[in-house]
């Protein structure tokens, strides 16, 4: 992130444990500062809302219960292909 004169600022508390697994983030991903941290978050967060309107929540939960239907009924394929597998019928001829 280039270097601007910042003259805004924000602040809130973190308990120790916070603060230090946000200096641990900062130190594994090269960010020099929890200060830096927080703004590149908000800046991302700003640019990628995580937030769906309701219609758009609700479209992608109901394409997500149909996923797990196909998924459910792919397991029960494999399943009894395997039960098939495992316990082959034995035809015996008339003979």
């Given at each position: 992130m280039p270097l601007e004169s910042r003259s805004r600022m924000i602040s809130f508390r973190l308990t120790e444990e916070e603060h230090e697994r946000f200096r641990q983030l900062c130190f594994t991903h090269?960010?020099?500062?929890?200060?830096?941290l927080a703004r590149v978050a908000m800046n991302n967060y700003f640019d990628k809302p995580t937030s769906l309107?309701?219609?758009a929540l609700e479209s992608r939960i109901v394409e997500l219960e149909n996923r797990i239907r196909i998924l459910a009924l792919e397991?029960?394929?494999?399943?009894?292909?395997e039960t098939v597998r495992a316990f082959p019928v034995r035809r015996y001829s008339a003979t």
């Amino acid at each position: 992130m280039p270097l601007e004169s910042r003259s805004r600022m924000i602040s809130f508390r973190l308990t120790e444990e916070e603060h230090e697994r946000f200096r641990q983030l900062c130190f594994t991903h090269g960010i020099r500062s929890v200060s830096e941290l927080a703004r590149v978050a908000m800046n991302n967060y700003f640019d990628k809302p995580t937030s769906l309107p309701h219609d758009a929540l609700e479209s992608r939960i109901v394409e997500l219960e149909n996923r797990i239907r196909i998924l459910a009924l792919e397991l029960q394929k494999i399943t009894h292909q395997e039960t098939v597998r495992a316990f082959p019928v034995r035809r015996y001829s008339a003979t």
